[in-house]
């Protein structure tokens, strides 16, 4: 990936769905032989499901079901949009691999899958995203509200965000209504886009790709992150920050250039490169 390509997507990519499914089964194989008081629960979220995408309508729909919207009924209803738009699976499969690859403390697909909340509010957002375009607004708000009950996750639907993200820890996470976020990107807990509080339209910000927005970064109004950008933990992004470029303070100023995705390789470290 050169520093010329700016685009917030990646090039395209291998299909991620075979190669995650079947990790995510043999790890679910092993995790029920290993510990069989879990093996009901990998069989109904896992095992017995006939796809991907099936056991993810499963897995999502046990986490925020309530007295009003049963689990039935939210499975059918992801497994719906899962089945008009079938790249909804692909890019949660590439999701779950962003997880997996990019934090260690994940021994296997399982862990994210059934465990991490801000990959479930991330999928969740993209299913409210597939009913907000669709024209089905209401129901995209209601469970928008909903994910931000039950993971304190806030994602507008309108949002738009690409694949390959992953969204550490996740709680306080806020994205905005004009928020546009490139492929690759890791957000971890406590971070902001959002607007500045005075503007309409298209007030959010634009988070190009292979960024990684460190614990507690706030970016506010309609700016630009470059691709490959990293921004400081606790910082306050008021201004564009340039690609490749690693600003961290309050508010944020540059201390840093970056030579890679961060996004990827979640170094947060920036000392080494000093200006």
Request: net charge negative; proline share 6%; glycine share 8%.
């Given at each position: ?8 997507q990646a090039p395209?990519?291998a299909?991620a769905?075979?190669?995650v499914?079947?990790?995510?089964r ?6 029920a032989?290993a510990?069989p008081?879990l093996a009901p629960v990998l ?10 995408a099936e056991?993810?309508a499963?897995?999502l729909?046990a986490k925020?079901?309530?007295?009003d919207?049963?689990a039935?009924?939210l499975?059918?209803?992801t ?8 790249s ?5 499969a ?6 997996i690859e990019?934090n ?8 994210p ?9 991330l ?5 409210a995203h ?7 607004r ?5 469970l ?6 039950v ?6 639907p309108?949002?738009r965000?690409?694949?390959g993200?992953?969204?550490d820890?996740?709680?306080g996470?806020?994205?905005?209504e004009?928020a546009?976020?490139?492929?690759d990107v890791?957000i ?13 339209g ?6 190009g790709?292979g960024?990684?927005l ?15 950008a ?16 690693t600003?961290?303070?309050v ?5 840093g250039?970056t030579?890679?995705?961060p996004g990827?390789?979640?170094?947060q470290?920036?000392?080494?490169f000093?200006?």
């Amino acid at each position: 990936m050169s520093r010329g390509e700016t685009a917030l997507q990646a090039p395209q990519r291998a299909p991620a769905i075979p190669r995650v499914w079947d990790a995510l089964r043999a790890d679910a194989e092993r995790i029920a032989a290993a510990e069989p008081i879990l093996a009901p629960v990998l069989r109904r979220a896992i095992l017995e499901p006939a796809s991907f995408a099936e056991a993810l309508a499963v897995v999502l729909a046990a986490k925020l079901a309530d007295a009003d919207f049963d689990a039935p009924r939210l499975t059918t209803l992801t497994a719906d949009a899962f089945a008009a738009d079938p790249s909804l699976a692909e890019t949660a499969a590439l999701d779950l691999a962003a997880s997996i690859e990019r934090n260690p403390a994940y021994p296997d697909h399982v862990t994210p899958f059934l465990y991490a909340k801000g990959f479930h509010a991330l999928e969740w957002y993209r299913v409210a995203h597939a009913l907000w375009t669709a024209d089905r607004r209401s129901l995209a708000l209601y469970l928008q509200g909903r994910v931000s009950d039950v993971f304190a996750v806030d994602i507008h639907p309108a949002a738009r965000i690409g694949s390959g993200i992953f969204v550490d820890h996740a709680t306080g996470v806020v994205i905005g209504e004009t928020a546009v976020v490139g492929d690759d990107v890791s957000i971890l807990h406590n971070v902001t886009l959002g607007g500045t509080g005075k503007e309409t339209g298209d007030r959010h910000p634009k988070i190009g790709r292979g960024v990684l927005l460190a614990a507690g970064a706030k970016v506010l109004g309609n700016v630009t992150v470059g691709e490959g950008a990293k921004v400081g933990a606790g910082s306050v992004v008021l201004r564009a920050v340039a690609p490749y470029t690693t600003v961290a303070g309050v508010p944020a100023h540059v201390v840093g250039r970056t030579h890679d995705l961060p996004g990827r390789t979640m170094d947060q470290d920036f000392l080494d490169f000093q200006i």
